[in-house]
C-alpha cells in the first residue's frame, strides 16, 4: 500500500461548479496535510494545508479532514479554467526517526468553459 | 524577494558526463530536498539535508551526490552511473526538517535531456 493515494484522474468539470479531489493516507497517527498545484510544466506551488479534523477554508478552496477514515479532501468552489493543473495531496508522517513527506502521484484537473 | 532558485532552468547532457543543478534559498530554512518526477510517477525522494554538512539518502540515490557546505546552498550531481537522468528536477526546502508541522516550498525546477 502507498503511503498516499489518490486518483489520477483526469477529473472534468465545468466552469463554475465545484471540484473535489480526494486523497487517503496509510499512517493513522499523521499529523499535516498539504494540498499543492502544479501547472503543466511549472513546479508545485502550496496551496492550502490542515492540521486537525474538520474543515479549513481558504477563498474559493476547502480542505477536508477525517483522521478518523485517513482521507484528505480539497473543494474548489466555482471552479475556473486557471484551476486547470494537477492537484498533488502531501502527507508529513512520522517514519523512522524523523518525520518525512509523501506525496499521492496527483490528480489532473480540467475545467471546461 | 525571499525564494528558492534553480539553476539553469533547462540543461543537456551528453552520455557519460557528469552536471551539477544548482538550489538555493534565501529562507532560513534548515532542510533542504532534492526530488526528481517523471510523467505519471509523481515525485520521488533523492537525498535530503536537515543541517548543513549532513545529508541522507531518499528512495533514488543511486547515480546521485549531494553536498550541503552552506545552509542557503543545496547542490545536485547527475553523475554518468544514473541510467535514466532525462527528468524534471525539483528542489525544496524547509523550516525545521524532521517536525510534525513541516511545510515544504519548491523552487521553479529544472528539466534535465540526456542527449
Known amino acids: ?95 523512522g526517526n524523523g518525520n518525512q513527506f509523501y506525496f499521492g502521484t496527483g490528480t489532473s484537473l480540467t475545467v471546461i468553459p | 524577494d525571499g525564494g528558492i532558485t534553480q539553476s539553469p532552468k533547462y540543461l543537456f547532457r551528453k552520455e557519460g558526463q557528469n552536471v551539477t543543478l544548482s538550489c538555493e534559498q534565501n529562507l532560513n530554512h534548515d532542510a533542504m530536498y532534492w526530488y526528481r518526477q517523471d510523467p505519471g510517477q509523481g515525485l520521488r525522494l533523492i537525498y535530503y539535508s536537515q543541517i548543513v554538512n549532513d545529508f541522507q539518502k531518499g528512495d533514488i540515490a543511486e547515480g546521485y551526490s549531494v553536498s550541503r557546505e552552506k545552509k542557503e546552498s543545496f547542490p545536485l550531481t547527475v553523475t554518468s552511473a544514473q541510467k535514466n537522468p532525462t527528468a524534471f528536477y525539483l528542489c525544496a526546502s524547509s523550516d525545521r526538517g524532521g517536525h510534525s508541522t513541516d511545510t515544504q516550498y519548491f523552487g521553479p525546477g529544472t528539466r534535465l535531456t540526456v542527449l
Do not use: H
Open chain 1, 1 to 95: 500500500q502507498k503511503e498516499v493515494e489518490q486518483n489520477s484522474g483526469p477529473l472534468s468539470v465545468p466552469e463554475g461548479a465545484i471540484a473535489s479531489l480526494n486523497c487517503t493516507y496509510s499512517d493513522r497517527v499523521s499529523q499535516s496535510f498539504f494540498w499543492y498545484r502544479q501547472y503543466s510544466g511549472k513546479s508545485p506551488e502550496l496551496i492550502m494545508s490542515i492540521y486537525s479534523n474538520g474543515d479549513k477554508e481558504d477563498g474559493r478552496f476547502t480542505a477536508q479532514l477525517n483522521k478518523a477514515s485517513q482521507y484528505v479532501s480539497l473543494l474548489i468552489r466555482d471552479s475556473q479554467p486557471s484551476d486547470s493543473a494537477t492537484y498533488l495531496c502531501a502527507v508529513n508522517m512520522l517514519k
